[in-house]
């Protein structure tokens, strides 16, 4: 297959091709990256800093293009306007940072001796980027990237093509050379063989486990970091104490927001009994408040789900689970097609022996448990192959404190979720992957350290 069609949930139609690069174009892209990396890196801090906060700016005259471009290749509604808040937060974050989270550790600069610890580039950063939020999880690690002074090779996902395209555009408009920021659109098969000749230096995965498993397995042996965030099965835990109406809004739009595909959305929800049916009722209220329709009519709050095989994995986890005793709240809506368009769904009567309460749905579909006491709701958040947030509401902050250290997850939330702040580690365990995004801990992911040891005369 020499090239690939991004097939627009919007209609079903080809919204663009794109020619795959051939093995020996590939590589010298990786060429020309790694000899443009000792100048790119011999810049200082400050230039390139402001560099890519002029992409940002760039980019941020252009949120029109970028909420219609979205709408036709993942669905999102224009409404919501892009992605550009968290895109500058994120980026705007880590350039504020990066003076002080790069500068050298200095354990001793003395009449005898100078020792001191400096943060290298790891050179040539390759990011696979996925598609559903496609600018904010590129430049979680293409500014830091850049900033840091290594070259980046972006391959963004076949669905969101034109983000990595429009990038490319805005880096280089502000001044970023060609060859230190590359977008490309790289089959499977040349991506494996890069991986696994050591073409990269440092490897940034977010996506699918089965995604996550072939890059590490690409790479093995070869000695390159590879960071991974990939799957979520995300829990909400109401407690009894909970302000009820700020956690039906939080988790239902946690839920069902970008039609559920968010990789830190929620996906389950146990609530404490004595407000389990009210929560309920709130919950299917606010769920049909909800318009779904074409993403390009500002009245639709619920776009198409990118690709019509993503639907049809969320139509059958919601199926199987009414076959096997759940029930599903939501009634069919005039939009659903039976294809991209799918109704969001709350589901009870769900248990953790459905698929719907074990695997990564991607989609809008949430199910909701009662239960009795913390110790229940811990159980059950960490029943679960995967490990990235989880969202506790409560007005009790000490019983916070006793909950969260007994969370497997990567980050835990207090009265909020399906959020990434850019000042706190983005990271996750069990088959959530491993890696460090975004805060100071992201800097030191796309660095490695050198100790310089001077003995003087």
Excluded at 10 to 18: A, Q
Excluded at 305 to 333: H, Y
Excluded at 335 to 355: C, F, K, R, S
Aim: with cysteine.
């Amino acid at each position: 297959m020499s090239k690939v069609d991004l097939i627009s949930p919007i209609d079903g139609s080809v919204y663009l091709s794109r020619d795959y690069l051939t093995e020996a174009e590939a590589r010298d892209v990786v060429a020309r990256a790694r000899a443009a990396q000792p100048a790119w890196a011999a810049r200082t801090i400050a230039d390139r800093v402001a560099l890519v906060r002029k992409a940002v700016a760039i980019i941020g005259e252009q949120t029109d293009r970028m909420a219609q471009e979205l709408a036709h290749q993942m669905g999102r509604p224009v409404r919501f306007g892009g992605e550009f808040g968290g895109f500058n937060e994120r980026a705007s974050y880590m350039a504020d940072i990066a003076e002080e989270a790069l500068a050298p550790m200095v354990i001793e600069d003395s009449d005898t001796a100078t020792r001191k610890i400096t943060r290298e580039p790891q050179g040539v950063v390759y990011v696979i980027a996925p598609w559903n939020y496609p600018y904010m999880t590129a430049i979680n690690t293409v500014a830091p990237a850049l900033i840091a002074g290594n070259t980046v090779v972006l391959k963004h996902a076949a669905q969101t093509l034109k983000v990595g395209e429009h990038l490319a555009e805005a880096l280089h408009a502000a001044g970023v050379p060609e060859d230190v920021f590359q977008n490309v659109v790289f089959s499977h098969e040349v991506s494996s063989a890069l991986l696994a000749d050591r073409a990269f230096d440092f490897v940034n995965f977010t996506g699918s486990v089965a995604g996550g498993r072939a890059v590490e397995r690409d790479a093995a042996g070869t000695f390159v970091p590879v960071a991974t965030e990939l799957g979520g099965k995300d829990p909400g835990y109401v407690r009894a104490d909970a302000d009820l109406d700020a956690a039906v809004d939080g988790l239902m739009d946690g839920a069902m927001f970008n039609s559920g595909q968010c990789c830190c959305g929620i996906e389950r929800i146990y609530v404490h009994e004595s407000l389990y049916d009210a929560f309920v009722e709130k919950a299917v209220a606010w769920v049909k408040g909800q318009t779904l329709g074409n993403p390009l009519a500002e009245d639709s709050t619920v776009g198409p789900m990118a690709n019509v095989r993503f639907a049809a994995t969320v139509r059958a986890q919601i199926e199987d689970a009414v076959a096997n005793g759940a029930t599903a709240l939501i009634d069919t809506m005039e939009a659903d097609d039976g294809g991209a368009y799918l109704t969001p769904q709350i589901l009870t009567g769900v248990t953790h022996d459905m698929e719907v309460m074990r695997e990564e749905s991607f989609g809008p579909v949430v199910g909701i448990m009662p239960v009795k006491n913390d110790e229940e709701a811990i159980a059950l958040m960490n029943d679960c192959q995967y490990g990235l947030t989880a969202a506790v509401f409560t007005k009790d902050v000490e019983a916070m404190n006793a909950i969260a250290p007994r969370l497997e997850t990567g980050t835990v939330f207090m009265n909020r979720c399906d959020y990434l702040d850019p000042a706190l580690c983005w990271t996750g365990c069990k088959n959530t992957g491993h890696g460090a995004g975004l805060s100071v801990l992201g800097y030191h992911a796309l660095t490695r350290p050198k100790s310089h040891h001077y003995r003087k005369a």
